[in-house]
């Protein structure tokens, strides 16, 4: 365990402008709680960043210490990354300002903001870009790992809206990444999550965004599979405007249901149009589409990402979405043991699909399907029965999934194959910045790339 002197700790506490935690203080289990309950480590200290002078020192005292560190944003990694142990968190949870310049659609944003904070912001402009499903998950983590969410379609992902990063590197001095300056960073940076240094400060374009035609058809569990097969051929011709998901879940009532979402971001009246054979289909037991605000649909999903319940996913893009793959997602819906889980099948398409898979380090551009299997549950007394439940849904759905998975999906305990599926063709290259920016790996708490003998 790492011993640090009262002297070091009170010279932190004289060096930084935002709090320093150490264990004992009244506050320490708090401040190290993130989203996902199953995790449980204890930092020596976590430093309350107040901006980039903060975010410098704290490098700097953890290298001279030789203290692992975690960086955390919204505190949202299902991995639980952002907390270490016996290390120091940079926690910048605390940076929340935004600054919109409607004139030229940008918004300058603090590492700390949720989606739903960015949102408010944006709203009140007409605008919006493409961030996550859930509201309160931070936007830093979210665009590091690519983003995707309702306007990925017509917008892209968050990290192809990333106009320039501030990027505090191992050294503990900060660069800009942009198309023009440290290029290479920049391209890393997106999609290759947290491995380059503490980000900052985020620049995003903002688009024009009225109310949304949006909404959930609900079918009964016995119907999972052709619901979903339904909805599989339905996304073949969907417009770029209308990004759909489908999972199955169970409503506070207690009732499993096979949900069909999706969001029209385009022109109301044509989304209306557009969605009327998804809401014509079968015998939906309730449909709850409509037009409705952007950041109204945003929230739907926050009821069941209540925090501080435990987390254990797997996910995956398939291969392809088969009768037979169908016919699993249907047996774990009839056999929902676990109340709280869910899964689904998130269909990426449109602008985000367009660009080239070297473009950025999100290198998923032509994966058409992302399983999600969503382990959750309230309280560790769940775990044994949760995990198993989970492990033996995996193994059936293995057949289907390919080698790439979303890097914010991946789980806390993944095989480094599973890691570096992750970067896939973009790996070697996302070494080489690894290398040039990062070449001790001082940064390490992330889905980490690896270079040199650690390889
Ligand atoms: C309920 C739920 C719903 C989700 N829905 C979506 C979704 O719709 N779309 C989607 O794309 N993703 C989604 N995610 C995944 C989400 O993108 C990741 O969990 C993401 O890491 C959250 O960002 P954060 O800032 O909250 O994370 P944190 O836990 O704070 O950080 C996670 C990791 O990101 C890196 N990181 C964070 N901040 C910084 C920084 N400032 N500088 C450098 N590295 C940093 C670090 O490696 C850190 O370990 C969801 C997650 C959850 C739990």
Same mark, same amino acid.
């Given at each position: 365990?790492?011993?640090?002197? +009262?002297?070091?700790?009170?010279?932190?506490?004289?060096? &930084?402008? @935002?709090?320093?935690?150490?264990?004992?203080?009244?506050?320490?289990?708090?401040?190290?709680?993130?989203?996902?309950?199953?995790?449980?480590?204890?930092?020596?200290?976590?430093?309350?960043?107040?901006?980039?002078? +903060?975010?410098?020192?704290?490098?700097?005292?953890?290298?001279?210490?030789?203290?692992?560190?975690?960086?955390?944003?919204?505190?949202?990694?299902?991995?639980?990354?952002?907390?270490?142990?016996?290390?120091?968190?940079?926690?910048?949870?605390?940076?929340?300002? /935004?600054?919109?310049?409607?004139?030229?659609?940008?918004?300058?944003?603090?590492?700390?903001?949720? =989606?739903?904070?960015?949102?408010?912001?944006?709203?009140?402009?007409?605008?919006?870009?493409?961030? @996550?499903?859930?509201?309160?998950?931070?936007?830093?983590?979210?665009?590091?790992?690519?983003?995707?969410?309702?306007? /990925?379609?017509?917008?892209?992902?968050?990290?192809?809206?990333?106009?320039?990063?501030?990027?505090?590197?191992?050294?503990?001095?900060?660069?800009?990444?942009? *198309?023009? *300056?440290?290029?290479?960073?920049?391209?890393?940076?997106?999609?290759?999550?947290?491995?380059?240094?503490?980000?900052?400060?985020?620049?995003?374009?903002?688009?024009?965004?009225?109310?949304?035609?949006?909404?959930?058809?609900?079918?009964?569990?016995?119907?999972?599979?052709?619901?979903?097969?339904? =909805?599989?051929?339905?996304?073949?011709?969907?417009?770029? *405007?209308?990004?759909? /998901?489908?999972?199955?879940?169970?409503?506070?009532?207690?009732?499993?249901?096979?949900?069909?979402? @999706?969001?029209?971001?385009?022109?109301?009246?044509?989304?209306?149009?557009?969605?009327?054979? =998804?809401?014509?289909?079968?015998?939906?037991?309730?449909?709850?589409?409509?037009?409705?605000?952007?950041?109204?649909?945003?929230?739907?999903?926050?009821?069941?990402?209540?925090?501080?319940?435990?987390?254990?996913?797997?996910?995956?893009?398939?291969?392809?979405?088969?009768?037979?793959?169908? @016919? &699993?997602?249907?047996?774990?819906?009839?056999?929902?043991?676990?109340?709280?889980?869910?899964?689904?099948?998130?269909?990426?398409?449109?602008?985000?699909?367009?660009?080239?898979?070297?473009?950025?380090?999100?290198?998923?551009?032509?994966?058409?399907?992302?399983?999600?299997?969503?382990?959750?549950?309230?309280?560790?007394?769940?775990?044994?029965?949760?995990?198993?439940?989970?492990?033996?849904?995996?193994?059936?759905?293995?057949?289907?999934?390919?080698?790439?998975?979303?890097?914010?999906?991946?789980?806390? +305990? *993944?095989?480094?194959?599973?890691?570096?599926?992750?970067?896939?063709?973009?790996?070697?290259? =996302?070494?080489?910045?690894?290398?040039?920016?990062?070449?001790?790996?001082?940064?390490?708490?992330?889905?980490?790339?690896?270079?040199?003998?650690?390889?």
């Amino acid at each position: 365990m790492t011993s640090l002197t +009262d002297g070091q700790v009170a010279e932190l506490r004289a060096t &930084v402008r @935002g709090q320093v935690i150490a264990r004992g203080d009244s506050e320490y289990d708090t401040a190290r709680r993130v989203f996902n309950a199953m995790i449980d480590r204890r930092p020596a200290l976590i430093v309350r960043c107040t901006g980039a002078a +903060d975010v410098m020192a704290s490098v700097r005292f953890a290298r001279e210490g030789g203290l692992v560190v975690s960086v955390r944003s919204g505190g949202h990694g299902v991995a639980g990354l952002a907390v270490c142990d016996d290390g120091l968190v940079i926690d910048l949870s605390g940076m929340k300002t /935004m600054r919109i310049d409607p004139r030229r659609r940008v918004a300058r944003c603090d590492p700390g903001l949720t =989606l739903a904070e960015f949102d408010r912001e944006t709203e009140a402009f007409g605008l919006a870009t493409t961030m @996550g499903t859930i509201s309160m998950t931070g936007i830093t983590g979210l665009t590091l790992g690519g983003g995707l969410g309702w306007l /990925m379609g017509k917008h892209g992902l968050a990290c192809d809206n990333l106009i320039s990063a501030d990027v505090v590197t191992a050294e503990g001095k900060l660069l800009v990444a942009s *198309e023009e *300056e440290n290029a290479d960073l920049f391209w890393a940076l997106r999609g290759g999550g947290g491995n380059f240094g503490v980000v900052t400060s985020l620049e995003f374009w903002l688009y024009d965004q009225g109310p949304v035609f949006a909404g959930l058809v609900a079918h009964a569990i016995t119907d999972c599979a052709a619901a979903l097969g339904f =909805l599989r051929d339905f996304a073949r011709s969907a417009p770029d *405007e209308l990004a759909l /998901m489908g999972a199955v879940l169970t409503l506070p009532d207690g009732l499993t249901i096979t949900g069909l979402a @999706g969001c029209y971001s385009g022109d109301v009246k044509k989304g209306e149009r557009v969605l009327l054979p =998804l809401r014509s289909f079968g015998k939906p037991l309730v449909d709850q589409f409509q037009v409705m605000p952007y950041t109204a649909f945003q929230r739907v999903m926050d009821w069941w990402a209540e925090p501080g319940k435990q987390h254990y996913w797997r996910s995956g893009f398939l291969k392809e979405l088969p009768d037979n793959t169908l @016919g &699993v997602l249907a047996k774990y819906g009839a056999n929902k043991a676990i109340r709280r889980s869910a899964f689904g099948v998130e269909f990426p398409g449109g602008k985000a699909s367009k660009i080239a898979p070297d473009a950025t380090a999100f290198v998923h551009r032509k994966a058409k399907y992302n399983f999600l299997l969503l382990g959750s549950w309230d309280d560790a007394a769940g775990n044994a029965a949760g995990m198993k439940w989970v492990n033996d849904f995996w193994e059936e759905m293995k057949p289907s999934i390919g080698e790439g998975v979303y890097v914010n999906y991946l789980g806390a +305990d *993944e095989p480094a194959e599973r890691v570096k599926g992750a970067y896939g063709a973009n790996y070697v290259r =996302l070494q080489a910045v690894k290398a040039k920016y990062d070449p001790e790996n001082f940064f390490r708490m992330n889905q980490n790339i690896r270079t040199g003998k650690a390889a």
